[in-house]
Nanobody, 116 residues
Framework: QVQLVESGGGLVQAGGSLNLSCVVSGRTFSSYGMGWFRQASGKEREFVAGISWSGTSTYYGDSVKGRFTISRDNAKNTVYLQMNNLKPEDTAVYLC?????????WGQGTQVTVSS
């Protein structure tokens, strides 16, 4: 069974930075494109960023372009999300998964809270 473990969230002031990590086990990580998603309280899950299996292609949701950077280390089965210039509207639980179809179950995610 796949296991997704996200970490690195926290409370940060607007304009600050955080670096999230997601460790994947139970799958051949290097064979899959990966993505970061977020879900704010009372809202639907939203795509944030994606990266190809090799790491050579990346893509972002419009709301985070130019501020967030996704990367991966296939030797460590880990995908990262560097978040800069954070805004209060970035507050959410951040989760990782493969690009559709998503693996089940999802991880618990990591909470990011940005204060104004």
């Amino acid at each position: 069974q796949v296991q997704l473990v996200e970490s690195g969230g926290g409370l940060v002031q607007a304009g600050g930075s955080l670096n999230l990590s997601c460790v994947v086990s139970g799958r051949t990580f290097s064979s899959y494109g990966m993505g970061w998603f977020r879900q704010a309280s009372g809202k639907e899950r939203e795509f944030v960023a994606g990266i190809s299996w090799s790491g050579t292609s990346t893509y972002y949701g419009d709301s985070v372009k130019g501020r967030f950077t996704i990367s991966r280390d296939n030797a460590k089965n880990t995908v990262y999300l560097q978040m800069n210039n954070l805004k209060p509207e970035d507050t959410a639980v951040y989760l990782c998964n493969t690009i559709a179809p998503a693996w089940s179950p999802w991880g618990q995610g990591t909470q990011v809270t940005v204060s104004s």
